[in-house]
């Protein structure tokens, strides 16, 4: 049985949060308002560490979601989490989602974005 595929808000706030995260590395390492490709290169970093080894950044961890590989379900590997990474901080190709909200940046690295929980009432009668 397939995992549900989860909302998008529930995306957006899960790289919100990965976002504010890289906010704040970048202001102990940089000053972000001089360097503002600091906080990008920490974001491509995360997902490729993160999101490769464990299929989850720790945005994705507090709301629940995970990104994995479409073919079996398993982290991706840093490679595939940097390709992810990179084509997510272009904005653009996350924005471009098929009808499964499969991104381009997701299309590209082979992942799926998919809830961590089955959901309680998936398989129940209505």
């Not at 995992?3 to 976002?19: G, I, N, Q, S």
């Not at 590997?77 to 381009?104: C, E, H, Y």
Request: aromatic share 8%.
């Amino acid at each position: 049985m397939e995992d549900e595929a989860p909302t998008l808000l529930r995306r957006f706030a899960a790289l919100f949060v990965d976002w504010v995260l890289c906010l704040l590395i970048a202001g102990l390492v940089a000053d972000p308002r001089r360097v503002a490709w600091v906080p990008v290169a920490i974001l491509v970093f995360e997902y490729s560490f993160f999101v490769g080894l464990f299929g989850q950044t720790p945005g994705m961890w507090l709301l629940k979601i995970r990104c994995v590989s479409v073919r079996d379900g398993a982290p991706v590997g840093p490679l595939r989490g940097l390709v992810r990474g990179l084509l997510l901080a272009l904005l653009i190709p996350a924005l471009i989602m098929d009808k499964d909200r499969r991104g381009l940046h997701d299309r590209a690295a082979g992942t799926v974005v998919r809830s961590a929980e089955p959901s309680p009432i998936k398989g129940k009668a209505s």
